[in-house]
T-cell receptor, first 117, second 117 residues
Framework: GAVVSQHPSRVICKSGTSVKIECRSL??????MFWYRQFPKKSLMLMAT?????????EQGVEKDKFLINHASLTLSTLTVTSAHPEDSSFYIC?????????????FGPGTRLTVL | AQTVTQSQPEMSVQEAETVTLSCTYD???????LFWYKQPPSRQMILVIR??????QNATENRFSVNFQKAAKSFSLKISDSQLGDTAMYFC??????????????FGTGTLLAVQP
């Protein structure tokens, strides 16, 4: 199956700093990428959808200026948490779908655990 | 709007036994996909099984099978011969067949399955 990677897998940062998380599709071109946030033992909460070369579509209640999403190429999307605070600590997961894959099937990255001190 | 409901927050099953996880959904559309995803303690999302709504035959993947009842909007997952490695959070998900560039998965709240030795 198609592979999606995320980097870093874990990050610890101080309050007020910015953190960038990368999501890469390794063996396919990702026309659409998704960013999710997940709290322990809870479901995935979609934050935003990004299509290559265009602005991300954010879900209601997600702060666009806090969670900056860039999808500059067909294999890379980034999520930047700006001025992170302890309440931003969470598990962030990306997923992707693309051309040539099973219709509407999404492939998930392994996730990034963010801890803000 | 589409919704997915999983009414069993937690379930437990003995190794080698069979267990069924429930999922109901609501939509006014007729063309869509349904999925079951598994999220083990590693938190990597893994696709277990997929069902296209236009197919009457229930999907099966080795020990995993579904009971898809379109009229009742029900999509349960049966795990036969349960193994310790099946211990995970299981999410039911829905996506429209045609939903445009921002077509997105709608997840249920999840069922935490524990397989007991």
């Amino acid at each position: 199956g198609a592979v999606v990677s995320q980097h870093p897998s874990r990050v610890i940062c101080k309050s007020g700093t910015s953190v960038k998380i990368e999501c890469r599709s390794l063996d396919f071109q990702a026309t659409t990428m998704f960013w999710y946030r997940q709290f322990p033992k809870k479901s995935l909460m979609l934050m935003a959808t990004s299509n290559e070369g265009s602005k991300a579509t954010y879900e209601q209640g997600v702060e666009k200026d806090k969670f900056l999403i860039n999808h500059a190429s067909l294999t890379l999307s980034t999520l930047t948490v700006t001025s992170a605070h302890p309440e931003d600590s969470s598990f962030y997961i990306c997923s992707a779908r693309g051309e040539g894959l099973v219709h509407n099937e999404q492939f998930f990255g392994p996730g990034t655990r963010l801890t803000v001190l | 709007a589409q919704t997915v409901t999983q009414s069993q927050p937690e379930m437990s099953v003995q190794e080698a036994e069979t267990v069924t996880l429930s999922c109901t959904y609501d939509t006014s559309e007729s063309n869509y996909y349904l999925f079951w995803y598994k999220q083990p303690p590693s938190r990597q999302m893994i696709l277990v099984i997929r069902q296209e709504a236009y197919k009457q035959q229930n999907a099966t993947e080795n020990r995993f099978s579904v009971n898809f009842q379109k009229a009742a909007k029900s999509f349960s997952l049966k795990i036969s011969d349960s193994q310790l490695g099946d211990t995970a959070m299981y999410f039911c998900a829905f996506i429209l067949y045609y939903g445009g560039a921002t077509n997105k998965l709608i997840f249920g709240t999840g069922t935490l399955l524990a397989v007991q030795p």
